[in-house]
């Protein structure tokens, strides 16, 4: 979202062969071995991100927010790593059927939105206070 990300120092100590690591991208990627250790620590953190969103434990929102992103670019890049968001078909499946209402027993009250024959009512029109 930010032109530039806001940075701060922090210091850490790694493990060496993961500087082997930032040094082989560092030198694929034309950048220096800093540069090359931000972006395994992003690779990272969206990884991370997106486990804990497909867990629900953090929101669309919130996964944008903390990847200084759009909510848009989070569900491309959950996409793009195969991971899903939202309930799966057979969960839509499942709560559609316990939405379900149950049939008409005899001796029962209709519910109000059903006449008596058991059709729904036509849809009511008002009339347009536009002349």
């Known amino acids: 979202m930010s032109a530039r990300m806001k940075t701060m120092p922090y210091p850490v100590r790694i493990p060496k062969h993961l ?19 931000r972006q395994l620590l992003h690779v990272g953190a969206v ?12 929101s669309l929102s ?17 996409r793009e790593h195969g991971v899903e ?3 799966h078909v057979d969960a839509y499946r499942a709560a559609e059927a316990r939405e379900r209402p149950a049939p ?6 209709r519910p ?3 006449s ?9 029109r008002f009339p347009c206070s536009r002349r």
């Open 116 to 124: 008596g024959r058991g059709a729904p009512l036509p849809a009511r």
């Open 104 to 109: 008409h027993r005899a001796g029962k009250s």
């Open 47 to 58: 990884t991370y991100v997106l486990d804990v969103l497909a867990k629900g434990r953090i």
């Open 19 to 37: 500087l082997e690591l930032a040094d082989l991208r560092a030198a694929e990627e034309q950048v220096d071995r800093s540069t090359a250790l």
């Open 62 to 78: 919130k996964a944008a927010e903390l990847l200084d992103a759009t909510p848009l670019a989070i569900v491309e890049k959950a």
């Open 85 to 87: 968001l939202g309930a």
């Open 112 to 114: 109000p939105s059903v």
